[in-house]
């Protein structure tokens, strides 16, 4: 039989271990639930854009005003197209970065994917911008950093779970 007292850890969040008090939830994160914010707003922004593309392409006729030319209405199919497509992939980042904070099944890797597209197309604009006279710097700046967004997003959400 001995006297000695057993040793207690010296505080009490010792005893309880080490938790971090971050608004990110548990399952994702700090980084990764950044990277989400980032994808959520930038498909808010896409979504955003594709509205606007579509009412262009809708009302591109009425710039000409009284007398458009022949083949006026041939000139709304396309950017209708990628308004379209803008606002498809835009409402699925969004949608994907709220499935992902509410933890739903297989929701990380759609929306990683979803952000490796988007900072794909990104980098191509940027390099389309550069590219074509006259070169917009103020474009090419915007989706470089949209590129990064979601290229750092698309990694964060497909790397291994620890």
């Not at 949608?95 to 499935?99: D, E, F, K, L, T």
């Given at each position: ?5 057993p040793v207690r850890a010296a505080s009490a969040t010792g005893a309880r271990g080490r938790t971090s ?59 209708l197209l990628l308004g379209l497509a803008v606002l498809l992939l835009g409402g699925a980042l969004t ?5 992902v904070f509410g933890a739903a099944p297989r929701a990380r890797l759609l929306t990683g994917i979803l ?48």
């Open positions: 039989m001995t006297s000695r007292r008090h971050t608004l990110a939830p548990a399952h994702l994160g700090e980084a990764t639930a950044a990277a989400t914010v980032g994808v959520v707003v930038g498909g808010v922004a896409l979504l955003i854009s594709g509205i606007g593309i579509i009412v262009m392409a809708l009302t591109i006729q009425s710039r000409y005003g009284g007398d458009p030319p022949p083949d006026a209405g041939s000139l709304v199919v396309a950017p949608a994907g970065g709220i499935a952000s490796a597209v988007a900072a794909a197309l990104a980098a191509g604009g940027a390099l389309l911008a550069m590219a074509s006279p006259p070169a917009a710097p103020v474009l090419a700046i915007g989706l470089t950093i949209a590129t990064l967004i979601f290229g750092v997003a698309a990694i964060l959400l497909l790397r291994p779970l620890r």
